[in-house]
């Protein structure tokens, strides 16, 4: 039962899946991100808006520390996931890929069929115990991404014969096949045409019923449609975060309202 006597905040502390605290990311003498602090809400899209090269990529990298694979970058500053610090040594950095999942700019499918291509993550994981539950598994995330009704008769043909749309939402189901808590998407639509843009988005709206999405995107028109909450970066700085709505029609930052005027950017 709801407790009344709760305050406001604790609600919504129990929503935040992301806490980052004084977040800076360094390459080489690059200082790309400057003191980060936000909290991103479970359930929920955020997009990451701003102009290149601001840093939303490299802060997106940070949640599944993908920037760890990078040599010359440097990450300070403390990430947490439902209250764990994702830096500590105790966390297994690909047990965090598989928990924090990413889908890339470019369709990336590997080199195998498309059965494959999904089951590949759970069989790593050990997340099944025999073959009918592998099955079960690879078909409940090629649906999960709109892409069963399409492959079901061709499983064992390779990923990377299929069109744009369709590899990028192969990639999402290899994503959303280890059971993410987290889906990280760095411009996912950016190579596709306006009909795979559109089948991505209704996909990424049905998603977030079961996680929290973090996309970053180049357009505005996409993050009103897609994201409950926007965050705008600006030369390393979170600039503005806050409800998209809110984040579009009522910036409380001059950079914010000059980027997304068409001012800057
Ligand atoms: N691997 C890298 N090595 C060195 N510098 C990098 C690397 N990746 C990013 N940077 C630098 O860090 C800064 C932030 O880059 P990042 O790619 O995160 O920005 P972005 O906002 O995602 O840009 P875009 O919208 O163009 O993709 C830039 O100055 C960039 O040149």
Known sequence: MYDVTKPEHDVDQADTKISARGVQVYYGDTHAIKDVNVDIADKTVTSFIGPSGCGKSTFLRCINRMNDTID??????????????????????????????MVFQKPNPFP????DNVAYGPKIHGMTRNKAELDELVETALRGAGLWGEVKDRLDTPGTG????????????????????????DEPCSALDPIATAQVEDLIDGLKQQFSVVIVTHSMQQAARISQKTAF???????????????FTNPQDERTENYITGRTG
């Not at 195998?112 to 059965?115: A, D």
């Not at 069109?163 to 998407?185: F, Y």
């Not at 700085?237 to 809110?246: A, C, I, M, Q, S």
């Open 112 to 115: 195998k069929s498309i059965y």
């Open 72 to 101: 010359i970058c440097r990450v300070e500053g403390e990430i947490r996931i439902d209250g764990q610090d994702i830096h500590a040594p105790s966390v297994d950095p690909v047990q965090l890929r598989a928990k924090v999942g």
């Open 233 to 247: 970066f600006h030369l390393g700085n979170l600039v503005e975060y806050g409800d998209t709505d809110v984040i």
């Open 162 to 185: 299929l069109s744009g749309g369709q590899q990028q939402r192969l990639c999402i189901a290899r994503a959303v096949a280890t059971q993410p808590e987290v889906l990280l998407m």
